[in-house]
């Protein structure tokens, strides 16, 4: 990585951090340097050569915000696939559904 490029990298994510937030600053440091969703050219979200924004970061922010819904969703007690009531078979409606459709069909 060129410095220039280090620079912006260390200065942006500064910016964007309260500096009583940073216990350590060497861990701190390394964490900045090191973070990225592993595309080489990717810096904090945007293709650093060309400034598009990067599809595996967006697919990252994506996952994980899936993610966190479900475990909202579980917490309530509600189907972490679809967010509805689990009916008397332990199911959501939509599910039971999805189940049925996947059963293949009985010859006759």
Known sequence: ????RL???LTARLAKMMLSGIRDSGRWLLGVALW????????????????AACKICAEVVQDKAAARQREQRITQGLCPEHGTRHGPSGKCAACELDDAIARPARPW
């Open 1 to 4: 990585m060129s410095p220039e």
């Open 7 to 9: 620079q912006h990298r």
């Open 36 to 51: 990225g969703c592993g595309y080489q050219d990717c810096e904090a979200v945007v293709i650093w050569r060309t400034g």
